[in-house]
């Protein structure tokens, strides 16, 4: 297939990217690098040996979009493009709204103009809001806590309405649990702008040394050691989940949900307690209390997945551990 990735050059596209490649589909990518570099459409090319078309486009800039479905032939799209932080949603709701919404709402009416009518889109276990119990299931009900989870539930639900409409549509919803880990070649990964706030990326910041300790959230959770669980999985597992549900939705036609995780939970301390085993590091761990807003469990069921497009991760935390430090080191030293 020929495939169009919004959001190509981040984390998780950039991996998409390059199993799509290694699968045999050709790509464009399309990004506006507002929290990506250029330099990752050059390791993919080097990781995979293939090459592609690629654009610095903004969702929000319409007549550009429109000349680029205008120059390719495309199958589908898998739509990453979005903005991510839960804490910065809170403080510019509007950006967020406006990002997410808007640019999903551009690139459904281009698609609609070239007759294009398959569609991946990620979305979120966030999703699940603070209702539901572990393990969240597909069918459970969807609500938010914040700006940013509340365009997650809104894009599914614009989804949701088009495919009713569009008897030809296909799409397909994955609702990705803690995605962490890096490619085995140390080239690309997770590489946030300023202080993290996901707990990975800082414990690698505070292994390299930019950040002095770990923070861990909470240790009065009702868990088994006090600390935060989360269903963590390889982003190059993600990554090949998104080439199964693009595979199903060549025969499948409708709307269809998916949680991506690995179905077993993993506290803060477990996570950390690996990474030292693993990387043969020693971490300084910083106590603290809650983060506002942070929910005590999270896992998900993913038989559907297993199921129906025939997905299931095969990667560890030790794999995951390994890989995000390999990237990290491999980052730093090329600076
Ligand atoms: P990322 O920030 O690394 O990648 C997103 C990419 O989209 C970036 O390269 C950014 O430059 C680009 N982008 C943002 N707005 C754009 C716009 N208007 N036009 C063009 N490009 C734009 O994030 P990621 O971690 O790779 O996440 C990808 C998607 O998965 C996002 O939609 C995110 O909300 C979702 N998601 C991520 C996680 C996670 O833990 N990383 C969990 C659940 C869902
Ligand atoms: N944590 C720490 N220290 C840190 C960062 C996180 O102890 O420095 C803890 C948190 O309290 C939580 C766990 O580590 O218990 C995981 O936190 P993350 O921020 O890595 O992940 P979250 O599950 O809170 O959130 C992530 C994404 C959201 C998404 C959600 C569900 O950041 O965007 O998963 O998919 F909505």
């Not at 989870?149 to 599914?156: F, P």
Request: charged share 20%.
């Amino acid at each position: 297939m020929n495939v169009l990735v919004t959001g190509g050059a981040g984390f998780i596209g950039s991996h998409a990217c390059v199993s799509l490649l290694e699968e045999g589909h050709n790509i464009i990518i399309l990004d506006n690098y507002s929290n990506s570099s250029p330099e990752v459409i050059d390791h993919i090319k080097t990781i995979t040996g293939r090459t592609f078309s690629h654009y610095n486009c903004d969702l929000l800039d319409y007549t550009q979009l429109d000349t680029i479905f205008g120059k390719h032939e495309i199958d589908a799209v898998i739509h990453f493009a979005g903005l991510k932080s839960v804490p910065e949603s809170t403080t510019i709701p509007l950006t967020y709204y406006h990002n997410n919404l808007t640019g999903t709402l551009h690139l459904l009416q281009i698609m609609e103009k070239h007759k294009v009518r398959r569609l991946v889109f990620s979305s979120s276990a966030t999703v699940y809001g603070t209702n539901n119990v572990v393990p969240y299931e597909e069918s459970m009900p969807t609500s938010a806590t914040n700006p940013y989870g509340w365009t997650k539930v809104m894009i599914e639900q614009m989804l949701r309405d088009y495919t009713s409409a569009v008897p030809d549509a296909a799409v397909t919803c994955l609702r990705y649990f803690n995605p962490i880990g890096a490619h085995k070649s140390g080239l690309i990964g997770d590489n946030p702008n300023g202080i993290p706030n996901n707990l990975m990326p800082y414990v690698c910041q505070a292994a390299i040394g930019i950040l002095p300790s770990i923070k861990v959230y909470g240790t009065d959770f009702p868990t088994k050691d006090g600390t935060g669980v989360r269903d963590y999985l390889h982003v190059a597992d993600l990554a090949d989940g998104h080439v199964k549900a693009l595979e199903h939705l060549e025969k499948a036609k409708g709307f269809f949900v998916y949680n991506l995780g690995t179905g077993q939970g993993t506290s803060v301390l477990e996570l950390i307690d690996t990474f030292e085993r693993v990387n043969n590091i020693k971490l300084k761990r910083d106590i603290c209390g809650r983060r506002a807003g942070d929910i005590a469990t999270s896992f998900a069921n993913v038989n559907h997945a297993i199921e129906e497009i025939g997905w299931e991760t095969k990667y560890t935390l030790e794999d995951m551990c390994r890989d995000s430090w390999k990237f990290i080191q491999t980052k730093n030293k090329n600076k």
